[in-house]
């Protein structure tokens, strides 16, 4: 079935050092991984997104990467801030059906 | 633009009421969809709206209904409340008929079933 998993649940990090948020997907098909970051509460934001036509993208200081073989993608924050403190989110999409799935959530917690 | 609006914000239930959560989009967003949010269990979908006139069911349906009248509204409707639906709910719209460009979210209903 639909389905996308991600780990770890829960990330602390020293500021300054990096973090890294994996995810997996079931469906073959998917084509589009978008990931969201939700400050406490606040609605989730979409702060990066892959297609399926490309392994590796960048924005400044996070970049995404997918693995279409193995249905991998993860989300790679270096240098970590305070304000990078939040939950992740990464989701994919299933055209088959025009929804898309998202992953449990990470909470990531940046220590001083 | 005001994007995507849901009203209320905070609702507090009995067991057995039933009640509407609204979402209005002003983009002229043909993809809408309804989200509920658990702790440790992330976004799950209830029901989405391709366009106007057309719904399905997401991963969680049971309980919950919708209609799509119009292109700006999705609301979604708590036929028989539980303890079980406490929960935060967003809104979604989406440029496009398929999910795959970004979400914008309403700010969130927080609804509580005693």
């Known amino acids: 079935g639909e389905n996308v998993e991600q780990h770890p649940s829960t990330l602390s990090v020293q500021e300054g050092d990096s973090a890294v948020i994996k995810c997996t997907y079931s469906?073959?098909?998917?084509?589009?991984f978008p990931w969201y970051k939700q400050e406490l509460g606040k609605r989730p934001q979409l702060i990066i997104d892959?297609?399926?036509?490309?392994g590796e993208k960048k924005d400044q200081r996070i970049a995404v990467t997918l693995n279409k073989t193995a249905k991998h993608f993860s989300l790679h924050i270096t240098e970590t801030q305070p304000e990078d403190s939040a939950v992740y989110f990464c989701a994919a999409s299933y055209s088959s059906a025009s929804k898309i799935i998202f992953g449990s959530g990470t909470r990531l917690s940046i220590r001083p | 633009n005001a994007g995507v609006t849901q009203t209320p914000k905070f609702q507090v239930l009995k067991t057995g009421q039933s009640m509407t959560l609204q979402c209005a989009q002003d983009?002229?967003?043909?993809?809408m969809s309804w989200y509920r949010q658990d702790p440790g269990m992330g976004l799950r979908l209830i029901h989405y709206s391709v366009g106007a006139g057309i719904t399905d069911q997401g991963e969680v349906p049971n309980g919950y209904n919708v209609s799509r009248s119009t292109t700006e509204d999705f609301p979604l409707r708590l036929l028989s409340a539980a303890p079980s639906q406490t929960s935060v709910y967003f809104c979604a719209s989406s440029p496009g008929s398929i999910m795959n460009t970004e979400a914008f979210f309403g700010q969130g209903t927080r609804l509580t079933v005693v």
């Open positions: 892959i297609r399926s036509n490309v």
């Open positions: 469906d073959s098909a998917s084509n589009y």
């Open positions: 983009m002229n967003h043909e993809y």
